[in-house]
């Protein structure tokens, strides 16, 4: 076999190593969600703060599906922006009371 025909060292993550750490990164953000919308619910009953948390749990729970699937790239985006959309959300609502 000559040099020529050897393919390069694969770099980073398998795509099954890749799909676990998804899984695991979206079903930590799912437990953090939750405990701040607890938290949050305890200092503030605003309809806009269940709804923003909600959002973001749904969408953390789609991000584990979608890893769950494979498509990892996918539910990286959807975790992404599903969490920066609720905290800026949330920030918004704040400055504006």
Avoid: C, D, K
């Avoid at 025909?5 to 899984?23: D, F, Y």
């Avoid at 969600?33 to 953390?60: C, E, N, W």
Wanted: without cysteine; charged residues 10%; hydrophobic residues 55%.
């Amino acid at each position: 076999m000559s040099e020529a025909n050897t393919s390069p060292e694969r770099q980073g993550l398998t795509p099954r190593q890749a799909r676990h750490v998804r899984i695991a990164l979206s079903a930590a953000i799912m437990i953090a969600v939750g405990a701040v919308l607890v938290l949050r619910l305890g200092s503030t009953h605003s309809v806009l703060t269940l709804g923003f948390y909600g959002m973001a749990l749904i969408l953390s729970g789609s991000a584990l599906v979608l890893s769950r699937a494979g498509r990892t790239r996918w539910a990286t985006l959807v975790l992404g922006v599903g969490v920066a959309v609720a905290i800026v959300a949330e920030w918004a609502v704040a400055a504006m009371r």
